[in-house]
């Protein structure tokens, strides 16, 4: 089981390794290092465009998330209903790390709207295929994704300023 001091050095890791792919890139970056919520690295391109970017890293598994980030999830204790709601920043990129591909990390681009979008059909299939139920825990709102969700996605660093 990973404790918090592993959790934390793979999340820096994982922006580190962003900010330094877009530098690479030819964009200024700046990482914040966890102080500041829903954005972790500002990158900045040649006409001084600046995006906002939330990183999400793994060493193994799936990306973890909860999906009341995304969508409401409602719940009488047993079974539970989802809907999709407004994003306040739909075009928000994310750039999930996958550090098991290093010294060279898969990076994955995509905004928050379409990660929604992927998350929620999952999540709604799954409680359809349950009768609206969770069947370990019918109160979890814990949600994944996979890198075959989001393999389309693989470098797709033109996005972020378009």
Not at 106 to 129: C, S
Not at 149 to 154: I, N, T
Request: contains cysteine.
């Amino acid at each position: 089981m990973a404790t918090g001091r592993d959790i934390q050095l793979t999340q820096h890791r994982g922006e580190y390794l962003v900010a330094a792919e877009l530098c690479r890139l030819g964009y200024l970056a700046t990482t914040f290092t966890g102080n500041v919520p829903d954005i972790d690295i500002v990158a900045v391109n040649d006409k001084l465009q600046a995006r906002p970017l939330q990183v999400k890293a793994i060493k193994s598994g799936t990306w973890q998330f909860n999906a009341k980030k995304f969508f409401d999830v409602d719940c009488d204790g047993k079974t539970q209903e989802v809907r999709k709601r407004r994003l306040e920043y739909p075009e928000l990129k994310y750039v999930l790390v996958d550090l098991r591909a290093e010294p060279v990390p898969d990076f994955y681009i995509l905004d928050m709207r379409r990660l929604r979008d992927m998350i929620f059909k999952r999540y709604k299939k799954n409680l359809e295929k349950h009768d609206g139920r969770r069947p370990k825990a019918p109160e979890s709102t814990h949600t994944i994704v996979t890198r075959d969700m989001v393999k389309r996605y693989k470098d797709n660093w033109d996005c972020i300023f378009e």
